[in-house]
């Protein structure tokens, strides 16, 4: 019998998203409860000693760490998502640690303070892609037609760009035809597109405003148009 899944999550936090792309990958009906990460409720810090999200509840007992909830779930549900060879395995999840990276580089790019400081953020931004451009083979996905754990990684790294290219056109992805075919084929993947709410690009648009950075003023700028 499958244990009862309660996955606790932010609505913004790419994290989470990775976990609820696995749970889905893998046909696994689960509860999902979203907590306020500025007013995080006393049972949430008591579950999770690290107080981020996600958190996996499994029969009520906490998994934390979304790499480590992916690693649970491909250990206990089919169809497996990472590759049967332990090199390979270990070279996927060198990707998803790389995935985390770009997050990182996400997080200073939005925070940047003024625009030369943006520019530089998407020039190391720009970098990162041009290493994963030289990784992808033919696709769909990043090993090639079966979807994989770092496909799940990386399904939530390229849907902030899906409103960073809203604000102006940063260059990140000139000239990288496999990984934009890479992150269409993502877009298209009924796990990924379900792993957020539908008021996603709006709640991402407004945190972004509320940065007091660079970007942020842009928005205003186009925003007054």
């Avoid at 606790?8 to 990460?37: M, N, T, W």
């Avoid at 500025?38 to 934390?64: I, Q, Y």
């Avoid at 994989?148 to 809203?166: E, H, K």
């Avoid at 991402?204 to 148009?225: D, E, K, Y």
């Amino acid at each position: 019998m499958r244990p009862h899944l309660t996955l606790i999550s932010h609505k913004l936090c790419p994290y989470v998203q990775r976990a609820a792309i696995v749970l889905a990958e893998k046909g696994i009906s689960f509860e999902r409860k979203d907590i306020d990460l500025a007013n995080k409720p006393d049972w949430f810090l008591k579950l999770s000693p690290l107080g981020k999200t996600p958190l996996l509840l499994v029969d009520g007992e906490a998994v934390f760490e979304s790499t480590v909830i992916c690693e649970y779930l491909d250990d206990t549900a089919a169809p497996r998502l990472h590759p049967q060879d332990a090199l390979q395995r270990a070279r996927h999840r060198g990707w998803m640690e790389f995935g985390s990276a770009v997050l990182n580089n996400i997080g200073a790019f939005y925070n940047a303070p003024d625009e030369q400081a943006l520019a530089a953020r998407a020039a190391e931004l720009r970098a990162k892609v041009q290493q994963i451009e030289a990784a992808l083979g033919a696709g769909p996905y990043f090993a090639g037609s079966h979807f994989s754990m770092v496909d799940a990684a990386f399904g939530p790294v390229f849907r902030y760009f899906d409103v960073f290219d809203t604000i102006g056109d940063f260059g990140v992805f000139a000239d990288m035809p496999k990984v934009n075919a890479w992150r269409q084929a993502l877009a298209q993947r009924d796990s990924v597109r379900t792993a957020v709410g539908a008021d996603y690009p709006e709640l991402l648009s407004t945190f972004l405003q509320q940065r007091r950075s660079a970007l942020s003023g842009r928005m205003a700028a186009v925003l007054a148009v």
